[in-house]
């Protein structure tokens, strides 16, 4: 009797290791992930100089976006410097100056650790031509260094929402002088690891 019990012990311990690794590769696969998009709209507030003066004017604008996503599967930080030379003032403050766009996307899919952390930096750019031209140039403010007369203001909370992309936290960096909204919408996307 002792024999047969001290028989089948190593049969499952045998039988035990050999499943321990499809289990763990069954589980690791079915683990959900998440990777992020980031996508961008530029706007203008009804009191803009822009939109009082140069309705249907050309101009064009380019930003900095610095940008830290890391996980323990992928790591990215860097600088994300959009340009958009083709802009038309449009004739009201509903419609945006720069349709929302995709500005960045996760290609790895990672373990869940928050929110990719995005500042908008610096909105350069013009307007117009000849003597109504308007220049446009906000940087943050920095400790140590005086107030830019043109002010940009970077992390504003907007309520989060839901569009055809699905869900959204949305941040704004809005410039004081210049009128101009920045608005970044980050989409966490469900993936498995």
């Known amino acids: 009797m002792r024999f047969r019990t001290v028989g089948r012990i190593p049969a499952l311990v045998l039988l035990a290791l050999g499943l321990a690794p499809a289990g763990t590769a069954l589980g690791a696969a079915a683990e959900l992930g998440v990777r992020h998009r980031i996508d961008v709209m530029v706007s203008a507030e009804p009191d803009a100089p822009i939109l009082s003066r140069l309705k249907g004017g050309k101009g064009e604008l380019s930003f900095t976006v610095r940008l830290s996503a890391n996980s323990k599967e992928s790591k990215f930080f860097g600088m994300l410097r959009p340009s958009f030379p083709d802009i038309v003032v449009p004739d009201g403050a509903g419609k945006p100056l720069v349709q929302q766009t995709k500005l960045w996307e ?49 992390g504003i909370k907007l309520d989060q929402g839901s569009d055809s992309f699905g869900l959204f936290y949305a941040f704004r960096a809005q410039t004081r002088n210049s009128r101009l909204n920045v608005d970044l919408k980050i989409y966490p996307i469900d993936c498995f690891l």
């Open 106 to 154: 996760e290609e790895v899919c990672h373990q869940r650790r928050g929110l990719p952390k995005v500042t908008v930096t610096q909105l350069g750019g013009h307007f117009g031509e000849g003597d109504g031209r308007i220049e446009i140039s906000a940087i943050n403010r920095h400790i140590g260094v005086l107030v830019p007369p043109d002010e940009l203001t970077p």
